[in-house]
């Protein structure tokens, strides 16, 4: 006998009453990908700016 619970047939179903939320899927989806090209470019520069600094040193 195994302990192990099912794996949940759909996942998105499941889930969506946890956060209530008036955006559509698309819209959810647009906010998450340019708020994830605003971290990519913020990682970026910081990386630039410690390249620079490691070199001048």
Do not use: C, H, W
């Not at 759909?10 to 971290?39: Q, R």
């Amino acid at each position: 006998m195994s302990n192990e619970k099912p794996f949940i047939k759909d996942p998105l179903a499941f889930t969506s009453g946890i956060i209530k939320t008036n955006l559509s899927v698309k819209e959810l989806k647009e906010l998450a990908e340019k708020e994830a090209e605003k971290d990519a470019l913020e990682r970026y520069m910081r990386r630039q700016n410690a390249g620079k600094r490691s070199t001048s040193s």
